[in-house]
């Protein structure tokens, strides 16, 4: 009895912190990227025929603003693509879905295409100075399933899952060559790394529902590489950017951040893209998608993806203190799955 109570407690506070936070006010400048009281409309997710359908509608919308590539094929046989939108020198490299079942990461990028092609005096003045690449819903066959790993039944070795497939974010390890990656999908990020050599690499993530002692449901964690050899210069940069996602979505109220509690495997996205020089930050929303707050988280990761943008083009980030990003508070002891 007590018990139900309590979880009654917690979805009573969810609500709460999902409504107001809907129009949180602006306190920190107003980049083109904020969606000013709009709500997130979050009827459902594209699968990936729709996400292939929206993308074509973007660029065609956009008159190519935002281009398509097809940069590989899962190993199922879907088509991965990149959508690039911008004319700047700074690459800024954005990647989502690469675990099937996280997938509102793809969502909101899905959205920022959509508003940065669609351009205006803000989100002009930021693609003038970076180009944004964006390679949504990296791992297809595992989206299709909403499985973490990649379809590949017949996987062996570290990092497979016998019978289902292997985990594509634990193979974009920099002494893996792309023609010899068992994963095509982390395969094809790897070389995107390669032809455009971004200077800022974010991975997006989440996963499960997760309440905090003060009963916040939203939030998310980040991370920056902490595998051996990551240069000095990356690093800086990836706590630059843990920087600028953490004050920016503290000042907007509406996420609780906090450090993940990242391992060091070098084949993990966040190392190793920091292996090879960029920053690179690791964002992992937090929530269970098949609550109401999946438009609210969906505009958490948007903004996290509008700030950073905006930081780099302006040269912001490159003003912050790295050493800041260890006040980030660590992430709570309770949660049972660590998922990046
Ligand atoms: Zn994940």
Redesign the pocket.
């Known amino acids: 009895m007590r018990r139900m109570v309590m979880v009654a407690g917690t979805a009573m506070a969810m609500l709460m912190t999902a409504v107001p936070a809907g129009a949180a006010p602006q306190t920190v400048p107003n980049g083109p990227w904020v969606q000013e009281r709009q709500q997130v409309q979050l009827q459902r997710l594209h699968n990936y025929e729709e996400m292939v359908d929206t993308l074509r509608q973007i660029s065609q919308s956009t008159q190519g603003r935002v281009a398509l590539e097809v940069v590989g094929r899962s190993n199922e046989g879907r088509d991965l693509y990149l959508a690039r939108v911008g004319t700047g020198a700074t690459k800024v490299l954005y990647i989502t879905q690469?675990?099937g079942?996280?997938p509102l990461g793809t969502e909101a990028a899905l959205q920022l295409l959509q508003r940065a092609g669609k351009g205006g005096a803000g989100w002009d003045a930021i693609l003038r100075e970076i180009t944004l690449l964006v390679v949504p819903k990296v791992n297809p066959d595992g989206a299709e399933r909403f499985q973490?790993e990649n379809h590949d039944p017949d996987c062996a070795g570290a990092f497979c899952t016998p019978g289902v497939g292997f985990d594509v974010?634990r193979w974009h390890d920099p002494a893996v060559a792309p023609e010899n990656n068992p994963v095509p999908e982390a395969a094809a990020v790897q070389r995107v790394f390669a032809r455009y050599q971004p200077a800022f690499v974010v991975d997006y993530?989440?996963?499960g529902s997760y309440v905090s002692d003060d009963g916040d449901l939203i939030t998310a964690s980040i991370f920056w590489p902490n595998a051996a050899g990551v240069p000095a210069s990356a690093l800086t940069l990836s706590r630059q950017v843990c920087v600028v996602i953490w004050d920016t979505m503290s000042h907007y109220g509406f996420a609780e951040i906090s450090q993940y509690p990242g391992t060091l495997p070098r084949g993990i996205a966040r190392n190793a893209y920091g292996l090879r020089g960029a920053g690179s930050v690791l964002v992992?929303f937090r929530g269970d998608i098949g609550q109401k707050s999946a438009g609210m988280l969906v505009r958490t990761a948007y903004t996290i993806m509008g700030a950073v943008a905006e930081s780099v083009a302006e040269g912001t980030v490159y003003l912050q203190d790295p050493a800041r990003a260890s006040l980030i508070p660590l992430r709570g002891e309770s949660v049972d799955d660590p998922?990046?």
């Open positions: 690469q675990h079942n996280e973490r974010n993530h989440h996963q992992e998922h990046e």
